[in-house]
């Protein structure tokens, strides 16, 4: 395992995974410790961050509540108890997706896609019957059980119809926002064999991806690659895809990879400086002091 470190600048102990001290913002010279001390013991499965950590509203990074910068990026937190996204879907769109990847070896994890659609059927299962014996006092919320109601109504439609595009990019799109993970990236992979060229169907499989890292240690670099492929493959089919640039931004971020990062925020803004994404890749950039695209 590799041992934390100090920050050079405050003397603060800093941990070998972070590249920015959390107490001053001052870079981390990891590169050196990480050489010296790589460990062949395999890493263990995170679980999912508690709601006592401090989100970054540029990156996305949760960090610790006493931290008074980003781990990740180095910016100043405002501790704020609702946190932005770690990544932007398209602005239009009001409701942030996130999605879990197919697995890409079956046998690695047949048994969480099997138990998450288990799940899925069940709660669909109890929503229904909370409904019918006591509609007053079921603690389900208006805006659920018309989400629950849509989901049915566009899986019958999709099986009626297998090529029915536009009811299975909506069936996707609910199914992302009540976090049915694996039905939904089936659902987007279904619509994306019927239409590959949709490019913002492609980003939300790619940020689908991205969000699965953070929380999987043991695949993390699995599914940022494969969140990479997905956001890629969209700029083939739309060079001008602003978000697109900027969530290539994020996971090159993410990845310790701050030129990478610094050259996909300078595409971003040069497309059209006045948007929210172009707004928070050039805050990205002015963190961390890099040049403004002439």
């Known amino acids: ?24 913002g001052q870079k981390t010279d990891r590169n050196a410790y990480e050489q010296a001390f790589i460990s062949s013991e395999p890493i263990a499965q995170t679980t999912l ?14 960090n610790p509540a006493s931290a008074s910068y980003c781990e990740s990026c180095g910016n100043a937190l405002t501790h704020s108890s609702k946190q932005s996204s770690k990544v932007q879907r398209q602005e239009k769109q009001q409701a942030k997706r996130s999605s879990f990847l197919i697995p890409l070896t079956f046998f690695q994890s047949w048994k969480l896609t099997v138990a998450l659609a288990v799940l899925f059927v069940f709660v ?6 909370t409904r019918r014996d006591d509609p007053h006092t079921s603690g389900i919320s208006p805006h659920t059980a018309e989400l629950i109601n849509e989901i049915e109504t566009l899986q019958k439609r999709v099986d009626n119809n297998p090529n029915d595009t536009q009811a299975l990019l909506r069936l996707a799109n609910v199914l992302h926002d ?3 993970f694996p039905r939904a990236i089936e659902v987007y992979e279904r619509y994306l064999e019927l239409d590959p060229s949709d490019p913002d169907a ?7 991806y991205f969000e699965l890292s953070m929380a999987d240690t043991v695949r993390g670099n699995e599914y940022i690659q494969a969140a990479r492929n ?23 971020l993410h990845s310790g990879d701050i030129e990478e990062a610094n050259g996909w925020f300078k595409k971003c803004i040069a497309i059209n400086p006045n948007t929210e994404s172009a707004k928070k890749a050039q805050q990205l950039l002015n963190q961390h002091s890099f040049k403004n695209p002439s």
């Open 178 to 180: 009540v976090k049915f």
């Open 124 to 129: 669909i299962v109890i929503l229904k019957a």
């Open 49 to 62: 961050v508690n709601s006592s950590e401090t989100r970054c509203s540029l990156c996305g990074q949760y």
């Open 1 to 24: 395992m590799i041992p934390n470190i100090t920050c050079r600048n405050c003397g603060a102990e800093v941990a070998s995974s972070d590249r920015f001290c959390s107490s001053c």
């Open 202 to 208: 492609r980003v939300d499989l790619g940020i689908s």
């Open 230 to 252: 997905e956001m890629e493959k969209a700029l083939r089919y739309a060079p001008q895809h602003q978000l697109a640039l900027f969530n290539l931004g994020i996971v090159s």
